[in-house]
């Protein structure tokens, strides 16, 4: 919810300076795109231990499960 006031002051802290209505949201499509993918990096990074541990834990069950030969 902060973020929104945030937004809402940055718009208008810009429009009260002069600058240009169309400055402002490029201002903003420019701004959110940049967080957007920031956190879609911080997701990541901090998914990665969790990522690591479930490939390990595949590793280990498809050593320990190997197929058993049948001979008949």
């Given at each position: 919810m902060?973020e929104?006031?945030?937004?809402?002051?940055?718009?208008m802290?810009l429009?009260?300076?002069?600058?240009?209505?169309?400055?402002?949201?490029?201002?903003?499509?420019?701004?959110?795109v940049?967080?957007?993918?920031?956190?879609?990096?911080?997701?990541?990074?901090?998914?990665?231990?969790?990522l690591?541990?479930?490939?390990?834990?595949v590793?280990?069950?498809?050593?320990?499960?190997?197929?058993q030969?049948r001979?008949?």
């Amino acid at each position: 919810m902060l973020e929104i006031f945030f937004v809402i002051g940055f718009f208008m802290m810009l429009l009260l300076t002069g600058i240009s209505i169309l400055g402002v949201l490029a201002a903003l499509v420019v701004g959110t795109v940049a967080m957007m993918f920031a956190g879609l990096f911080v997701m990541a990074f901090k998914l990665l231990p969790w990522l690591l541990l479930a490939v390990v834990v595949v590793w280990v069950w498809r050593a320990v499960k190997r197929p058993q030969l049948r001979r008949y």
